[in-house]
């Protein structure tokens, strides 16, 4: 079941979630490709893209909770913030301040975090 999606208007692309396929995945708009980007994901939840730098964040909701980021392409995954997490959400990018922003449903909080951790 598709839990978020995000659109790439310069490179024509949408990426979302999935939490039944538990996966982070690609496709062209006009729906002739799609791509798993990162797969075995626990729970993933939200999606959100840094066109400057490239990259796609997604959060999981799973055992141990994390924003992670990947290339638009699925390579050099690393995990941005995995402490203090409990039901990372709603993830947005100021690519201008270049910093990423998230909600925790759990914790009913708003935090933010530059990208160079």
Known sequence: MPEDLVVDEINRNIYFTDSVRKHLAVC????????????????????????NKRLVLYTDWGSKPA????????????????????????????????????SDAKKDTIESIHMDG
Do not use: F
Not at 28 to 51: F, K, N, Y
Not at 80 to 97: F, K, Q, R, T, Y
């Open 28 to 51: 062209s708009l006009t729906g002739d490709a799609c791509s798993v980007l990162v797969s075995d994901i626990e729970q993933p939840r939200a999606v959100a893209i840094h066109h």
């Open 67 to 102: 924003i992670a980021m990947v290339a638009m392409d699925g390579s050099n995954k690393k995990d941005l913030v995995s402490d203090g997490l409990v039901w990372p959400n709603g993830l947005a990018v100021d690519e201008i301040l270049d910093r990423v922003y998230w």
